[in-house]
């Protein structure tokens, strides 16, 4: 989104030159505001951002020589690019815990903007019924030797 020249000017038409500050970063919070609290406005996000991702994604897996690649995305089920993939791995965090990490590591964003965004989405519940693997990080497990473990099987 700072760096796809046909995606920035798909937003600042979108939703205004506002959508980025000075410095060419995004305005996550002029772009939350617009978009998640109006349904045709996060429909138009989604029908600009998600092809020009699919794209970037194709051609970073083209260049890649490695047994395997993973794909990160918030709404892979939402945007229907899982239907692309092999596997799917759901990485699960009760709600409270998602919203305090989202609020600290982004100041930007109020707790109802992150709700907003989350109403958004799949339930996660839906998510993890559809997975192959879940990642459990709720504090409750350790992460690496889950991820360490899918590895294994993934290379075998």
Do not use: C
């Amino acid at each position: 989104m700072t760096t796809d020249g046909i995606l920035i000017t798909g937003i600042k038409k979108e939703f205004g030159n506002l959508s980025y500050h000075t410095d060419g970063t995004l305005n996550r919070k002029h772009i939350s505001e617009a978009a998640f609290s109006h349904p045709e406005k996060l429909k138009a996000l989604d029908e600009l951002v998600h092809p020009r991702v699919a794209e970037n994604y194709s051609q970073w897996v083209s260049e890649q020589s490695y047994p395997y690649v993973i794909k990160e995305a918030a709404l892979l089920f939402e945007a229907g690019s899982y239907k692309s993939l092999d596997k799917i791995i759901v990485v699960s965090a009760p709600e409270q815990l998602r919203v305090n990490r989202v609020l600290a590591r982004d100041p930007n964003r109020s707790e109802q903007m992150v709700r907003d965004i989350i109403s958004n989405q799949m339930p996660e519940s839906e998510k993890k019924n559809k997975a192959d693997f879940v990642v459990i990080n709720d504090e409750s497990r350790l992460v690496i030797p889950q991820v360490v473990e899918l590895h294994k099987r993934f290379k075998a």
